[in-house]
């Protein structure tokens, strides 16, 4: 695999379930990142991992709960979500965070 | 707080012509510019990057401007194909290191 792969690249869930979103890089990189591409609005950035450590957090409900295990693996933990959390949610790399961001192909989610 | 705004909206052209995709930002005290390409469902794919102390960068048919003072960038397509047709994406990377993205500029290429 090279590049920045998501999985499951769709998922249906109900407002009660608990779920996962899988990130993994593997272009050596030590930033990653968490958007959210809701349909007619620009990407909001939710989450920054640099180095491992969580540097943003723009404001986004608990219901969304990252984790990042080490520099090559991002998570992004579902649980309780609202049918408004429906969107496509894309993960990203860079080396350093004021380098070129490397996008995967993003999981949609829709949540009923 | 930074706001990309790009214009049209959306595009439609005649196969073979030379486009201009516009992109302004309310504050100059960037790190860089990326320009994006996203296909229906799809991810993003970088096209360009400009860091602030350059003035354009070119790939292939691609053309990228920053003025950075002024707050806009261009992106020039040259002698456009219908595989060109698919939403483009302007972002700016500013303090505190976050990528603050544009709406989105639909373009399809008629054949």
């Known amino acids: 695999e090279t590049g920045v792969t998501q999985t499951p690249r769709h998922l249906v869930m109900g407002m009660t379930n608990k779920k996962s979103l899988k990130c993994e890089q593997h272009?050596?990189?030590?930033?990653m990142y968490w958007y959210k591409q809701s349909a007619k609005k620009p990407l909001e950035l939710m989450f920054v991992y640099s180095l491992e450590e969580r540097v943003e957090n723009n404001s986004v409900p608990s219901r969304f709960s990252p984790e990042c295990p080490n520099s090559s693996h991002l998570f992004l933990h579902l649980h309780t979500l609202q049918p408004e959390d429906s969107a496509l949610y894309l993960c990203?790399?860079?080396?350093?965070?004021?380098?070129?961001?490397?996008f995967g192909p993003g999981t949609r989610l829709t949540v009923t | 707080k930074q706001e990309v705004t790009q214009i049209p909206a959306a595009l439609s052209v005649p196969e073979g012509e030379n486009l201009v995709l516009n992109c302004s930002f309310t504050?100059?005290?960037?790190?860089?510019l990326q320009w994006f390409r996203q296909d229906p469902g799809k991810g993003l794919t970088s096209l360009l990057l400009i860091q602030s102390s350059q003035r354009e960068q070119t790939s292939g048919r691609l053309n990228a401007s920053l003025d950075k003072s002024s707050g806009r960038s261009t992106l020039y397509i040259a002698a456009s194909q219908p595989g060109d047709s698919a939403t483009y994406l302007c972002a700016v990377l500013g303090p505190p290191r976050q990528l603050t993205f544009g709406s989105g500029t639909q373009l399809t290429v008629l054949p």
């Open positions: 272009l050596g990189h030590n930033a």
């Open positions: 504050d100059s005290a960037i790190y860089n």
């Open positions: 990203a790399s860079s080396q350093e965070q004021t380098y070129e961001q490397y």
